[in-house]
């Protein structure tokens, strides 16, 4: 496509052997105990293998620069990608669960400049939520909540060998969440806030 543009589409499956997984459980013997400590009813979580387990999906790309607007206004474009995803593996309680850390979908979208040494590019990112760790207590597993995030990089040439550079990170302030089987019971509440970096890089 004109300017470098790309729309493309694609599709996998894989099958995996022995899933890696974080699972927690509760402590209920002396195993972990210490001199004058009772662990019984900590939390113990662990990483373990699952049974066998299918990961398949599609993406949806698309990539242009804006080439057929006039002069200045050419260097303008658009970036974007969307990722359907869905899996499962049979965990050592015999259930079947999802993927860890897969959420079912994945939207990517970028508005650019790149022109006269300017590059800018503010983007937009969402995650449907997804399992973190699953829960053999009967609590229910632990999961992270969906959320999005804006990020605003800037970079600009001033000669070959230095550039100036403008960093701006989750510019909406987003709030993570995890949470124990279902949003009413939320295990950790996140908000890191916006950040912001700037400098000067030389190459020599």
Do not use: C
């Amino acid at each position: 496509m004109p300017g470098s543009g790309l729309a493309s589409a694609g599709v996998f499956y894989r099958n995996v052997d022995k899933v890696l997984f974080d699972s927690q459980t509760k402590v209920t013997g002396d195993l972990f105990d210490a001199p004058g400590l009772d662990r019984t009813g900590y939390d113990y979580v662990t990483t373990l293998n699952g049974g066998e387990g299918k990961l398949y999906g599609v993406e949806l790309a698309y990539l242009q620069q804006f080439v057929f607007l006039p002069g200045a206004w050419s260097g303008f474009g658009f970036q974007g990608n969307l990722s359907l995803l869905d899996g499962d593996f049979e965990a050592p309680d015999g259930r079947t669960v999802a993927f860890p850390g897969v959420s079912n979908t994945i939207v990517n979208a970028s508005i650019f400049y790149e022109n006269f040494g300017l590059s800018a590019r503010l983007s937009y990112q969402w995650r449907s939520s997804w399992i973190d760790t699953l829960d053999f207590a009967g609590l229910g597993d632990q999961m992270r909540d969906a959320y999005d995030n804006v990020d605003l990089p800037l970079r600009y040439a001033v000669t070959e060998n230095a550039s100036l550079y403008f960093d701006a990170n989750n510019l909406t302030d987003e709030t993570y969440v995890a949470y124990e089987g279902d949003v009413q019971h939320p295990t950790e509440v996140e908000q890191i806030g916006r950040r912001f970096l700037a400098g000067v890089r030389f190459r020599f």
